[in-house]
């Protein structure tokens, strides 16, 4: 469905000369980096229409601090927390030995997910305070804040700088291995509609956390334009910002947008042109529950440590030849006409149907119809919810 081009995207210049000579008329940010390199900004000053945040309004990622900061602000809900650089390291230490356990350590800045620590003991605290700060991730400060109870879930808000419009709410599955064991992941599967996020909690999100986000970013000077991902705990019906990123996250893209109904490309150049009026009118979230949508990963052995590459891949024709099913690219690559994995999470095998069973049971069998040596997923996508069901 895309031609794709090799442009360095931190080359603002090249990727700026090349939309100006194309022609190109709309582009949208996939990745944080970009994002917060002000890859948006130069677009923009060469008067493209730009689906992503500035990278001012881009630190609602990339910086946990001004995050939580922002929160503070506005009175959102989120975890209590203290910020502390290198230099402030002694009440670093002091805060977190006296912090109650669980403890969640962030480094503040992009860390490709590997930022976090949820720390079960006060000396596994304290020696990820110290790597922190001794620049394992680079040289800014830390975030420390408490632990959320509850269940996780994704709200996606497409932003136009004042209005927004949500899509329809979706769960991940982090941990590598059956039963939320194992190491933490990009994802392993996701779920839509995700029935944790009733309409009252949906509410709840959309007045204490998007609009005051949005209201708050906006009156700050630096007015969010883009996709607000907001990573929430819901605890008796109550959410809470985990964190936010500026941007759509993988795998919960390949459900949210399997069951959005209007042309995506249009939704987004009216984000990027402020023009979202229109769509406020228009339901984005499937109320009735007609459609669901499964994403199952199919990662490579060995992931998220190291694992092969250049194994050819199989079957995607036969899976895709299921009703409802799409096979979403991650990390493959043609070598000589044939397609090799080319990463540890390979493909996003993802159905949709009428009910969460069917659309699981269907995604499942896309799975098996696909092949590469070292094929590996998790069993039990969107089994908790079917269990409730
Ligand atoms: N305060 C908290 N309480 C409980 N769990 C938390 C808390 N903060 C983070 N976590 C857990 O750690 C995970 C990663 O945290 P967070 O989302 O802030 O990191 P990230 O590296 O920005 O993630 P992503 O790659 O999804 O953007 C969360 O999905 C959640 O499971
Ligand atoms: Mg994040």
């Known amino acids: 469905v895309a031609d794709v081009i090799s442009i360095d995207p931190s080359d603002h210049k090249a990727v700026c000369d090349f939309a100006v000579e194309e022609g190109i008329t709309l582009v949208v940010i996939g990745p944080e980096q970009p994002l917060e390199k002000g890859l948006a900004d130069a677009l923009r000053a060469s008067d493209i229409d730009v689906f992503g945040p500035s990278a001012a309004a881009a630190r609602l990622e990339s910086s946990k601090g001004f995050s939580k900061d922002l929160m503070q602000r506005h009175g959102i809900p989120t975890a209590p927390f203290a910020r502390f650089t290198a230099e402030q390291r002694d009440h670093a230490l002091?805060?977190?030995?006296?912090?109650?356990?669980?403890?969640?350590?962030?480094?503040?800045?992009?860390?490709?997910?590997?930022?976090?620590?949820?720390?079960?003991?006060?000396?596994?605290?304290?020696?990820?305070?110290?790597?922190?700060?001794?620049?394992?991730?680079?040289?800014?400060?830390?975030?420390?804040?408490?632990?959320?109870?509850?269940?996780?879930?994704?709200?996606?808000?497409?932003?136009?700088?004042?209005?927004?419009?949500?899509?329809?709410?979706?769960?991940?599955?982090?941990?590598?291995?059956?039963?939320?064991?194992?190491?933490?992941?990009?994802?392993?599967?996701?779920?839509?509609?995700?029935?944790?996020?009733t309409d009252d909690v949906m509410q709840k999100v959309r007045e204490r956390?998007?609009?005051?986000?949005?209201?708050?970013?906006?009156?700050?000077?630096?007015?969010?334009v883009g996709c607000l991902f907001c990573g929430l705990m819901i605890d008796n019906g109550e959410p809470s910002v985990v964190e936010f990123n500026a941007r759509f996250g993988d795998p919960e893209t390949q459900v949210v947008l399997s069951l959005l109904d209007v042309d995506v490309a249009a939704l987004f150049a009216s984000a990027a042109r402020g023009t979202l009026a229109p769509y406020q009118w228009q339901t984005m979230i499937d109320e009735r529950h007609e459609r669901h949508a499964v994403c199952v990963v199919l990662a490579s052995e060995g992931y998220p440590d190291s694992y092969r590459k250049g194994l050819p891949i199989r079957g995607i024709a036969a899976a895709e030849a299921l009703p409802g099913v799409r096979v979403y690219h991650a990390g493959t690559k043609m070598v000589d006409g044939e397609l090799v994995t080319n990463g540890g999470r390979v493909l996003g095998v993802t159905a949709v149907a009428g009910t969460l069973r069917e659309a699981r049971d269907r995604a499942y069998e896309a799975c098996a119809l696909i092949d590469f040596e070292g094929k590996t997923m998790r069993m039990d996508i969107a089994s908790r919810a079917l269990e409730k069901a």
Not at 98 to 120: F, M, N, R, S, T
Not at 209 to 224: H, R, S, V, Y
């Open 94 to 197: 002091t805060y977190v030995n006296e912090h109650p356990l669980p403890v969640v350590i962030k480094y503040d800045g992009l860390a490709a997910g590997k930022g976090v620590v949820v720390a079960d003991t006060t000396p596994q605290a304290v020696e990820t305070v110290d790597a922190m700060l001794d620049g394992a991730f680079g040289e800014n400060g830390i975030v420390i804040e408490g632990f959320l109870q509850g269940q996780e879930a994704s709200v996606f808000a497409v932003c136009d700088g004042d209005l927004y419009v949500v899509l329809t709410p979706a769960q991940d599955h982090k941990r590598v291995g059956d039963g939320d064991v194992g190491k933490n992941t990009g994802g392993m599967g996701t779920y839509a509609p995700a029935p944790v996020v």
């Open 209 to 224: 956390i998007i609009e005051p986000t949005l209201a708050g970013m906006k009156a700050e000077g630096t007015p969010f």
